[in-house]
């Protein structure tokens, strides 16, 4: 029997402030981690900083809170040492397109089997309500003096361009929308990414329940939209892009969510390591025993004379 | 200096076969049984900038330490005459082509307008015209300098017209005409020159056949000639085989024996190398494999390394002053979570680019207290090639026995030199991983029972949680006053616990007779140039000790306490790479016991053991108690 959502609830109290869309987020997590059954130790949720980033200690699998902007290193260094464990990454908008914006592109690039779940407030709820980088130009929220003028950052395009091989969107109030989206991305073979716009019912009073109920639709429920790559071809490929890509730039009176594009078929980045290391998922870094059971090390000094032999001289005259 | 040993310089643009050329000397001179070292001094630069090859070669030892004047000069250009004609000695040889006679100082826009300014002052104060053929000439009426002037151009027509090779190729060889001429004067045997090129051309048989061909030929030339001036004596060393390795080299060999699993790096000067190499020498079969990773950027790799370790494996990354800079936060992260990560540093000047290929012991301070907050950290240490390879297996250890991120910091002098060494001995080699558990139900990762928390990893059989701020035993958030505090001390106690565990000889060492005249303190690369020096003084009545400082945290107080309380402090001296003299701070700031005198070098060259020798005499004169090194090109 697959594990009930309560039993990945921490029971810690948590801190976010009545009403925020982060509940939403958390409780289609716990939702999704239950029908897939995840067990909770070969589970690890890795947040950055920001009310988003605490997401780890509320949940009852392994939590590592890491730092602002580079929860992806952190989860890349887990999931490559131990693919086996299922790795998914809770951060802001402001931690993953703002200050870790190199390493969600590094991402993307790689296509290492990896969830990335951005908490999408166009604030930097934590530090009062400054501008988030999914902040459109001329909004002037709660706390900020004047409206924004930077332009704002279309995660959907970034994600595509940088490699992401499942990009989606969910709303964090459409809970059972947004635990299907879960599910699907951790099962997905490969960097998956779903942005989550989700209300800061503090410092966001643009961008609110009420902003996001009159404008939502879900893509599926569009007569023949189809995200998914079926083939490797490269044209089909271009071609789902392409129409994920223009669904990406409507944000006005009508802003898509669901699945933009899904391409099962493209190289994780263990693949690739396996291709070099044929061993590499059998006995990947952190499950290979280096030590005998004297606690000597594996290379005697014969095995370190012929693996590094190119480096050793004989010497001519004084032969021992 | 020793008479027997041979000093001996290869100077040329960058790009033109230097590396090449000082790895098939190398490789024939270990093979003859001589001990080498050869230190690569070059400009942030891939083509045409002035590099050179400095060697020390000996017959009776296993030389660490670099030293002037030279006896031996290669020029492949003109530059090379003009940059290094004051570091040939009396009775020396310098080599270079015809072509280079007729080049003006002014004309060689490679060179620096300030270092060209500079050797123009020299020139004209030592009355000699602007052209290198006037100061061969003047080498060689003035100082009894030997030109050995070869015909590159002849040479090169030669093997093109013999072998069918399109003369824009037969360039190429131009080094080997470098090596040819020095066989000739040293009396490599043929046998080890062919060695050598094998050991660097593998099975390119051509390249072999072409170079054997020429490297004979100007060699033949050449001793018909000036006979074999240089000749070495037949080695004494009794060794039969050497390791012939740089810094980056040895590291990383270290690094595979200690179970090293996973190595994440963002490319940089001097530190980069190393993960070349491990990405070379990363899959042993039925013995496992390494990951190598080049990450995004240098917060990529601490980060990636921090979480590979949090899943059990051995990590680690290696980088130099600007990549660790960007790696400070996370290295707080792994201090704060007692995550057992090892950050390979190599220094270079600084600070920003500073002096981004050459050498530096400028980041002592700056590794000591790196990132906000405290924490209990190691900074370890080494001397040379042979202790790096020992100290970066212990890294390990030390890292995951007390849980804690160790700082290995080393500088380019070592990772860069080339030198012989005898093969390390890996049977008293341990691997010490520290309390390792499975966890289980209700594991709590900072468990306050034990100082050191027993480890479970992150895919055991527990759940356990991590976070960059202060925390409880299962690692979520935490800031009670009374909890925090006893957190905090969990974490500060080990430096005590590893202060009373860790053994004297892996923190500090001295090197010399009880009860010297004069002790010089040193740490790195200084090592070896400290010794040399104290022996050369040995000969003029000198007693001295060395002070090899290793582990600067946790500081072995008592034991420097000791050894300076005992001393006469103006009989003292810190040899350091850097301005401050930062070991000096650190001694004064842990002991409260202040040395004066100081030897400072902070240009970016080695010290050298005859300068270092000079300035010791004049400390111990009483003529200065400060005295700054420049010598170098
Ligand atoms: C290096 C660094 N700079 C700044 C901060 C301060 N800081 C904490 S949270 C945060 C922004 C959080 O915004 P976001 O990532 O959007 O998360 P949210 O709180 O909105 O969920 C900042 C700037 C920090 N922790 N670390
Ligand atoms: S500040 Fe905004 S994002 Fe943060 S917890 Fe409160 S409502 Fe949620
Ligand atoms: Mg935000």
Same mark, same amino acid.
């Given at each position: @029997?697959?594990?009930?959502?309560?039993?990945?609830?921490?029971?810690?109290?948590?801190?976010?402030?009545?009403?925020?869309?982060?509940?939403?987020?958390?409780?289609?997590?716990?939702?999704?981690?239950?029908?897939?059954?995840?067990?909770?130790?070969?589970?690890?949720?890795?947040?950055?900083?920001?009310?988003?980033?605490?997401?780890?200690?509320?949940?009852?699998?392994?939590?590592?809170?890491?730092?602002?902007?580079?929860?992806?290193?952190?989860?890349?260094?887990?999931?490559?040492?131990?693919?086996?464990?299922?790795?998914?990454?809770?951060?802001?908008?402001?931690?993953?397109?703002?200050?870790?914006?190199?390493?969600?592109?590094?991402?993307?690039?790689?296509?290492?089997?990896?969830?990335?779940?951005?908490?999408?407030?166009?604030?930097?709820?934590?530090?009062?309500?400054?501008?988030?980088?999914?902040?459109?130009?001329?909004?002037?929220?709660?706390?900020?003096?004047?409206?924004?003028?930077?332009?704002?950052?279309?995660?959907?395009?970034?994600?595509?361009?940088?490699?992401?091989?499942?990009?989606?969107?969910?709303?964090?109030?459409?809970?059972?929308?947004?635990?299907?989206?879960?599910?699907?991305?951790?099962?997905?073979?490969?960097?998956?990414?779903?942005?989550?716009?989700?209300?800061?019912?503090?410092?966001?009073?643009?961008?609110?329940?009420?902003?996001?109920?009159?404008?939502?639709?879900?893509?599926?429920?569009?007569?023949?939209?189809?995200?998914?790559?079926?083939?490797?071809?490269?044209?089909?490929? @271009?071609?789902?892009?392409?129409?994920?890509?223009?669904?990406?730039?409507?944000?006005?009176?009508?802003?898509?969510?669901?699945?933009?594009?899904?391409?099962?078929?493209?190289?994780?980045?263990?693949?690739?390591?396996? @291709?070099?290391?044929?061993?590499?998922?059998?006995?990947?870094?952190?499950?290979?025993?280096?030590?005998?059971?004297?606690?000597?090390?594996?290379?005697?000094?014969?095995?370190?004379?012929?693996?590094?032999?190119?480096?050793?001289?004989?010497?001519?005259?004084?032969?021992? | 200096?020793?008479?027997?040993?041979?000093?001996?310089?290869?100077?040329?643009?960058?790009?033109?076969?230097?590396?090449?050329?000082?790895?098939?000397?190398?490789?024939?001179?270990?093979?003859?049984?001589?001990?080498?070292?050869?230190?690569?001094?070059?400009?942030?630069?891939?083509?045409?900038?002035?590099?050179?090859?400095?060697?020390?070669?000996?017959?009776?030892?296993?030389?660490?330490?670099?030293?002037?004047?030279? =006896?031996?000069?290669?020029?492949?250009?003109?530059?090379?005459?003009?940059?290094?004609?004051?570091?040939?000695?009396?009775?020396?040889?310098?080599?270079?082509?015809?072509?280079?006679?007729?080049?003006?100082?002014?004309?060689?826009?490679?060179?620096?307008?300030?270092?060209?300014?500079?050797?123009?002052?020299? #020139?004209?104060?030592?009355?000699?015209?602007?052209?290198?053929?006037?100061?061969?000439?003047?080498?060689?009426?003035?100082?009894?300098?030997?030109?050995?002037?070869?015909? +590159?151009?002849?040479?090169? =027509?030669?093997?093109?017209?013999?072998?069918?090779?399109?003369?824009?190729?037969?360039?190429?060889?131009?080094?080997?005409?470098?090596?040819?001429?020095?066989?000739?004067?040293?009396?490599?045997?043929?046998?080890?020159?062919?060695?050598?090129?094998?050991?660097?051309?593998?099975?390119?048989?051509?390249?072999?056949?072409?170079?054997?061909?020429?490297?004979?030929?100007?060699?033949?030339?050449?001793?018909?000639?000036?006979?074999?001036?240089?000749?070495?004596?037949?080695?004494?060393?009794?060794?039969?085989?050497?390791?012939?390795?740089?810094?980056?080299?040895?590291?990383?060999?270290?690094?595979?024996?200690?179970?090293?699993?996973?190595?994440?790096?963002?490319?940089?000067?001097?530190?980069?190398?190393?993960?070349? +190499?491990?990405?070379?020498?990363?899959?042993?079969?039925?013995?496992?494999?390494?990951?190598?990773?080049?990450?995004?950027?240098?917060?990529?790799?601490?980060?990636?390394?921090?979480?590979?370790?949090?899943?059990?494996?051995?990590?680690?990354?290696?980088?130099?002053?600007?990549? +660790?800079?960007?790696?400070?936060?996370?290295?707080?992260?792994?201090?704060?979570?007692?995550?057992?990560?090892?950050?390979?540093?190599?220094?270079?000047?600084?600070?920003?680019?500073?002096?981004?290929?050459?050498?530096?012991?400028?980041?002592?301070?700056?590794?000591?207290?790196?990132?906000?907050?405290?924490?209990?950290?190691?900074?370890?240490?080494?001397?040379?090639?042979?202790?790096?390879?020992?100290?970066?297996?212990?890294?390990?250890?030390?890292?995951?026995?007390?849980?804690?991120?160790?700082?290995?910091?080393?500088?380019?002098?070592?990772?860069?030199?080339?030198?012989?060494?005898?093969?390390?001995?890996?049977?008293?080699?341990?691997?010490?991983?520290?309390?390792?558990?499975?966890?289980?139900?209700?594991?709590?990762?900072?468990?306050?029972?034990?100082?050191?928390?027993?480890?479970?990893?992150?895919?055991?059989?527990?759940?356990?949680?991590?976070?960059?701020?202060?925390?409880?035993?299962?690692?979520?958030?935490?800031?009670?006053?009374?909890?925090?505090?006893?957190?905090?001390? =969990?974490?500060?106690?080990?430096?005590?616990?590893?202060?009373?565990?860790?053994?004297?000889?892996?923190?500090?060492?001295?090197?010399?007779?009880?009860?010297?005249?004069?002790?010089?303190?040193?740490?790195?690369?200084?090592?070896?140039?400290?010794? =040399?020096?104290?022996?050369? #003084?040995?000969?003029?009545? #000198?007693?001295?000790?060395?002070?090899?400082?290793?582990?600067?945290?946790?500081?072995?107080?008592?034991?420097?306490?000791?050894?300076?309380?005992?001393?006469?402090?103006?009989?003292?001296?810190?040899?350091?790479?850097?301005?401050?003299?930062?070991?000096?701070?650190?001694?004064?700031? +842990?002991?409260?016991?202040?040395?004066?005198?100081?030897?400072?070098?902070?240009?970016?060259?080695?010290?050298?053991?005859?300068?270092?020798?000079?300035?010791?005499?004049?400390?111990?004169?009483?003529?200065?108690?400060?005295?700054?090194?420049?010598?170098?090109?």
């Amino acid at each position: @029997m697959a594990r009930n959502p309560s039993t990945y609830r921490s029971g810690l109290w948590i801190d976010w402030c009545p009403g925020c869309g982060n509940f939403g987020i958390i409780t289609a997590v716990y939702k999704a981690f239950s029908e897939l059954d995840l067990d909770p130790s070969k589970t690890v949720v890795v947040g950055g900083i920001g009310c988003s980033g605490k997401t780890p200690h509320f949940i009852n699998v392994n939590g590592v809170h890491s730092l602002h902007g580079r929860a992806i290193p952190f989860a890349t260094g887990i999931k490559l040492a131990n693919p086996e464990l299922t790795v998914v990454v809770n951060g802001g908008d402001g931690d993953i397109l703002g200050i870790g914006m190199g390493h969600f592109i590094a991402l993307g690039r790689r296509n290492v089997d990896i969830t990335v779940i951005m908490h999408d407030n166009g604030v930097y709820g934590l530090t009062k309500g400054q501008a988030a980088p999914t902040l459109k130009r001329g909004i002037k929220t709660k706390a900020l003096s004047k409206p924004n003028i930077q332009d704002a950052i279309n995660p959907i395009a970034i994600a595509l361009s940088a490699g992401y091989t499942f990009v989606a969107r969910g709303y964090s109030l459409n809970i059972d929308h947004l635990k299907e989206l879960i599910k699907q991305a951790i099962s997905h073979k490969g960097a998956s990414f779903i942005d989550v716009l989700q209300p800061c019912v503090v410092y966001n009073n643009i961008y609110t329940r009420e902003f996001y109920s009159e404008r939502i639709y879900v893509l599926d429920e569009v007569g023949d939209w189809d995200p998914e790559v079926k083939s490797e071809r490269v044209d089909e490929m @271009m071609q789902k892009i392409d129409q994920a890509w223009r669904r990406s730039l409507e944000w006005g009176d009508k802003i898509p969510i669901g699945i933009f594009y899904k391409n099962p078929n493209y190289s994780t980045f263990e693949e690739r390591l396996s @291709m070099e290391v044929p061993t590499y998922l059998e006995k990947p870094p952190a499950k290979q025993v280096i030590t005998t059971s004297e606690g000597r090390p594996i290379f005697t000094g014969d095995v370190f004379r012929e693996f590094f032999s190119k480096y050793i001289i004989r010497t001519k005259n004084n032969r021992r | 200096m020793n008479e027997d040993e041979l000093i001996l310089m290869i100077g040329g643009p960058q790009g033109s076969g230097l590396e090449t050329t000082a790895q098939i000397l190398t490789s024939s001179l270990a093979y003859s049984g001589y001990g080498v070292i050869s230190d690569r001094e070059y400009y942030s630069n891939i083509t045409g900038r002035h590099s050179y090859i400095h060697m020390n070669v000996s017959p009776h030892r296993i030389p660490l330490d670099l030293t002037y004047p030279v =006896k031996l000069l290669g020029a492949m250009d003109a530059e090379t005459i003009f940059t290094h004609f004051n570091d040939l000695d009396k009775g020396g040889f310098v080599i270079y082509d015809r072509s280079v006679r007729g080049r003006k100082l002014d004309s060689i826009v490679s060179m620096p307008p300030i270092t060209k300014s500079r050797i123009r002052e020299v #020139l004209e104060k030592l009355g000699i015209g602007r052209d290198a053929g006037s100061l061969i000439d003047y080498l060689v009426e003035n100082r009894g300098i030997t030109g050995v002037e070869l015909d +590159f151009r002849s040479f090169l =027509k030669d093997i093109s017209n013999k072998f069918g090779i399109v003369s824009t190729q037969a360039t190429r060889y131009t080094s080997s005409i470098l090596v040819g001429a020095l066989a000739g004067l040293i009396d490599i045997e043929r046998d080890a020159i062919e060695y050598g090129l094998r050991r660097r051309f593998g099975s390119r048989e051509k390249l072999i056949k072409h170079n054997i061909y020429l490297i004979d030929k100007v060699s033949r030339q050449v001793s018909e000639e000036y006979g074999t001036p240089m000749k070495l004596p037949p080695s004494k060393l009794n060794v039969g085989e050497l390791l012939v390795a740089s810094g980056n080299d040895i590291i990383a060999m270290a690094k595979v024996v200690a179970g090293l699993r996973f190595q994440s790096y963002y490319p940089i000067t001097p530190a980069a190398d190393e993960s070349f +190499f491990l990405e070379t020498y990363n899959n042993f079969g039925d013995k496992g494999s390494i990951l190598v990773i080049q990450t995004e950027d240098e917060i990529a790799a601490i980060n990636s390394a921090i979480g590979a370790a949090l899943a059990g494996a051995r990590s680690a990354t290696a980088t130099s002053g600007p990549g +660790f800079s960007l790696m400070v936060e996370g290295f707080g992260w792994a201090g704060i979570n007692e995550v057992p990560v090892v950050i390979t540093y190599y220094q270079r000047g600084g600070p920003a680019t500073g002096l981004p290929t050459r050498g530096a012991q400028s980041d002592l301070m700056y590794s000591l207290f790196a990132s906000h907050g405290e924490f209990a950290r190691i900074v370890l240490t080494s001397g040379d090639h042979i202790e790096a390879f020992y100290d970066a297996i212990e890294a390990f250890n030390l890292a995951e026995k007390y849980q804690v991120p160790v700082i290995h910091l080393l500088d380019k002098f070592l990772a860069n030199s080339i030198v012989t060494m005898e093969i390390p001995d890996l049977s008293s080699v341990k691997i010490d991983r520290g309390e390792i558990v499975d966890g289980g139900p209700g594991y709590k990762r900072f468990d306050l029972s034990k100082t050191i928390s027993p480890r479970a990893f992150i895919g055991s059989s527990a759940v356990m949680w991590y976070t960059g701020s202060e925390h409880d035993e299962y690692g979520h958030t935490n800031e009670d006053p009374v909890f925090t505090a006893r957190m905090y001390e =969990k974490r500060m106690e080990k430096l005590d616990i590893m202060d009373k565990e860790i053994p004297l000889d892996l923190r500090i060492r001295y090197y010399g007779e009880k009860n010297p005249d004069y002790l010089l303190v040193g740490w790195g690369f200084v090592k070896n140039t400290c010794l =040399k020096a104290i022996d050369n #003084l040995k000969r003029k009545g #000198l007693k001295g000790g060395y002070l090899h400082l290793r582990m600067f945290m946790p500081f072995p107080v008592k034991y420097v306490e000791e050894i300076l309380e005992d001393m006469d402090i103006s009989r003292v001296i810190a040899v350091e790479h850097d301005y401050m003299v930062q070991s000096a701070l650190a001694i004064s700031l +842990f002991t409260g016991i202040r040395i004066r005198n100081s030897i400072v070098k902070y240009n970016g060259r080695p010290i050298y053991v005859h300068e270092l020798t000079e300035a010791i005499e004049k400390v111990l004169s009483g003529e200065d108690n400060r005295v700054v090194l420049t010598y170098g090109a």
